[in-house]
């Protein structure tokens, strides 16, 4: 074989290559596509042809666990400032980093759904529930519901959010530590609810995961309270 030849043969060598991947690559971009309206569809809840109603447990949920998901990560980040204690930092860190993506997913979805993020008619939270006074069945709060009137179950008060940001050191954990577990049953009680009563296919798997994510977060909680010479509050 001449140079030349063998310089064309490399070159349609290569030639033939670059096909290759031009057409792998095409298939790996047709089925993120593909994808993308799988997980478009899903998200809709029936295929694609509607959405969940306003008044429906998946936007009552998406809606409620976004506000609940906030003010966790707000705890956490109060308590970032307010102690040098590594696991609790930690803790602190995987509870704000996962719930403010999650509460991304949820108010993602209300977007997709063009459904609005405050209840409409003035309903009260937990009203998707099926409780008639719109605050659900307080689970897992503290006193009156872990959040006092018109708050969700486990939720902080403002006085409560006021003093953990007053204290430092141990205390601070301490009461981080029990308004967390407060939430965390809180949080439970709501996912579950969902898990049950919710009809989007994604969005029930989300709020099983949480059940589970937070079940284990409990536990871990009730470890590094007793490890501190406390308990939780309730």
């Keep these: ?16 290559t670059r096909r290759v991947w031009w057409v792998a690559g095409g298939v790996v971009v047709l089925l993120l596509a593909l994808a993308g309206v799988a997980a478009f569809a ?23 666990m976004a506000v609940h998901h906030q ?3 707000e705890m956490s ?26 509460r991304g997913m949820l108010l993602g979805w209300l977007d997709l759904w063009v459904l609005p993020k405050v209840a409409p008619g003035g309903a009260g939270p937990m009203a998707w529930m099926g409780h008639g006074d719109g605050h659900g069945d307080h689970a897992g ?7 006092g009137a018109g708050l969700m ?33 809180g949080g439970v009680s709501m996912a579950e609810a969902c898990a049950s009563r919710c009809a989007v296919p994604v969005e029930k798997r989300l709020a099983r995961g949480m ?9 871990l909680m009730r470890d590094m309270l007793a490890a501190r010479g406390a308990k939780p509050r309730s």
Excluded: C, W
């Design 141 to 147: 709060g503290h006193g009156d519901g872990g959040g």
């Design 153 to 185: 179950p486990g939720m902080a008060t403002e006085d409560e959010l006021t003093r953990l940001g007053t204290l430092r050191g141990e205390e601070a954990e301490v009461f981080f530590l029990q308004l967390m577990t407060d939430h965390h049953k």
């Design 71 to 73: 003010q966790a990560v």
């Design 77 to 102: 980040f109060i308590v970032r400032d307010r102690t040098d204690g590594e696991d609790v930092r930690r803790l602190a860190y995987d509870i704000a980093n996962t719930q403010a993506n999650q």
């Design 211 to 219: 059940v589970e994510g937070q079940q284990s977060e409990l536990r």
């Design 42 to 64: 899903s998200a809709r809840g029936d295929g694609g042809s509607g959405v969940p109603g306003v008044d429906s447990a998946d936007a009552g949920f998406a809606r409620d």
């Design 1 to 16: 074989m001449t140079a030349d030849a063998g310089r064309t043969a490399d070159s349609e060598g290569r030639g033939r």
